[in-house]
Structure formats: structure tokens, C-alpha cells
């Protein structure tokens, strides 16, 4: 993905690959070490810090992610391949920057069509097989449709053409739709996801939040409540048994799980917003 291309563009620079840039075959770069042991400034350094944002936007860690993407771009655009613009564009959606978050999902979408302008940031990405455009795209569909952006039409096209073939299948359409307000289409697909693997806490999660956006949180709270157990340090299983809770009149527990998830991640502005509760 991204580290593949950086390395391919240190292999190809005329300067000295930096020791701490070259690591033993197979072994990933320390990134961080590697921007730190290039020219300050450089298109190298520049561009070992976009994979170190792309390491810390995968540990979910938006703000680093975000003050990292931004040293990468200085004050030029950056064009990439299609996982740094849906992995970009993904982390400025959650920390509140929507129209920068809409700029580079167009362009992933962009990327991830036929358009010929984008041919060359096609190549230099690779392939993408079936599995890996629903994930693209499933990131990129809500910053579309948020954005009112004219290509979401198309993209959304494209996303409900992929066949569904398994549970993870299931699980990111159910995802998708969520974020899309298709909530009966949502919970469909996520009670696949959660009949295949009911000890899954990212599946309980999903169901739980979707039967919350549905209306139904006290249906959902359960499905939370074993999320947490499986999974209590992720922001997102802590926000989702808040709206939970809150959706079922316990005030005060919601606002204790809610107060969880913005410690565990402080910089996503939903978790950053407060839930409405009335006690029951």
C-alpha cells in the first residue's frame, strides 16, 4: 500500500538511502526514525512521514494522524495512490474537516474509476481486487454523501456492484448503509455479520450502533454491553454503548461511557459531541 510506494520512491532517490529507511527484508521501516534521518524538508522526508500518519491513522490515532498528514503536504499538494486519499480523506472527516476530507475521497474515487486523468495514480497504487475497493470505498461513500458531492451517485453504484461474498462482506455494507441512513438495508446485512461471529466485538458494535440510529437502543444496548467486554479500549464500542444508554434513559452511565470515549480518542469531534438523554 503506501509503504510500498514510499519505499519504491527512496529505492528510486539520488541521494543515500538512510540505514534507518532500508530496514532487513521484510522487516517495516521505523518511519518516524526514517523521516528523522532525512534532509529536513525534502520530498523524502515528506513523503516517510505521509506512511508514518497512514501507522497511526490504522491505531485509529486521528490527531497524530492529521498533524503528520499535514507535515507531509507542507504547503503543496500531495497526490498519491488511493489508500494515502481514502485514508487522508477519512482522518480529516473525523477530526471536522470535512472540505478537505471530500477533496482527497473525490480523488480516491477518482482513482478508483476509469478516469483516464488518474491513470498514473491508478499504476502506482497496484491493483485493487474485489475485497480491498469495498473497504476504499466504504470509507470514501459517507465524506461523498456528506459533501453532497456529485461523483457519490457513481461511487455508490460501484459499491453495491461488488458482490458480497462473505461475513466481512456483510459487516461493510452494513456499515455503509448505516452511514447512509439505510437502516432496515443495515441491519439486515449486520445480523449476517453477527449470527456468523457472535463474540466479534467490532460486529456487536455495528449492530448495536445501527439499532440506535434506528430508534431501537434498548434492542441495541445488549449487543454494546458485549462489545465493551470484548473490546473496552476502542473509543468507538465506548460512544456506541453511550448512545445506547442514553437512548435508554440512563443518564448518568452514558455520560461515563461518552467521557470514556473522548479520553480514549480525543480528537474525533463526533465523540466530541454531546448525546441527548432523558432519564428514565
Keep these: 500500500m503506501i509503504a510500498f510506494a514510499l519505499a519504491l520512491s527512496l529505492l528510486g532517490a ?17 518511519w518516524a526514525a526514517c523521516a528523522d534521518a532525512l534532509p529536513e524538508g525534502s520530498p523524502q522526508q515528506r513523503l516517510a ?11 485509529r490515532d486521528f490527531a497524530a494522524a492529521e498533524r503528520l498528514y499535514d507535515a507531509g503536504a507542507d504547503a503543496d499538494e500531495v497526490y498519491s495512490d488511493v489508500w494515502l486519499h481514502a485514508f487522508r480523506g477519512d482522518t480529516y472527516q473525523q477530526v471536522g ?4 476530507a471530500v477533496a482527497d475521497a473525490r480523488i480516491a474515487w477518482l482513482i478508483l474509476s476509469d478516469d483516464p486523468a488518474y491513470a498514473p495514480l491508478r499504476e502506482l497504487g497496484g491493483p485493487v481486487d474485489e475485497e480491498a475497493r469495498r473497504f476504499l470505498l466504504s470509507l470514501i461513500l459517507p465524506i461523498l454523501k ?28 452494513a456499515l455503509v ?41 434498548a434492542e441495541g444496548l445488549p449487543y454494546c454491553e458485549k462489545a465493551v ?3 473496552p479500549e476502542l473509543a468507538p464500542v465506548r460512544h456506541s454503548l453511550a448512545a445506547a444508554l442514553a437512548g435508554a434513559g440512563r443518564c448518568e452511565e452514558a ?8 479520553r480514549l ?11 441527548a438523554c432523558t432519564a428514565g
Design 265 to 275: 480518542d480525543p480528537a474525533t469531534v463526533l465523540y466530541r459531541q454531546p448525546i
Design 97 to 100: 474537516r470535512d472540505k478537505d
Design 229 to 231: 467486554q470484548g473490546a
Design 49 to 59: 512521514r505521509m506512511n508514518q500518519a497512514t501507522e497511526a491513522y490504522l491505531n
Design 14 to 30: 539520488p541521494q543515500e538511502i538512510p540505514a534507518a529507511c532500508d530496514p532487513a527484508p521484510g522487516v517495516a521501516p521505523d
Design 146 to 173: 456528506n459533501g453532497r458531492d456529485p461523483s457519490f451517485d457513481a461511487a455508490f453504484a460501484s459499491f453495491r456492484a461488488l458482490p458480497v461474498k462473505d461475513v466481512d462482506g456483510h459487516a461493510t455494507l
Design 255 to 262: 455520560d461515563a461511557a461518552l467521557a470514556e470515549a473522548r
Design 177 to 217: 448503509l448505516e452511514q447512509l441512513n439505510d437502516f432496515d438495508g443495515a441491519l439486515e446485512a449486520s445480523l449476517v455479520a453477527v449470527k456468523a461471529e457472535p463474540t466479534n466485538p467490532g460486529y456487536l458494535n455495528n449492530h448495536c450502533y445501527i439499532l440506535v440510529r434506528a430508534g431501537r437502543p
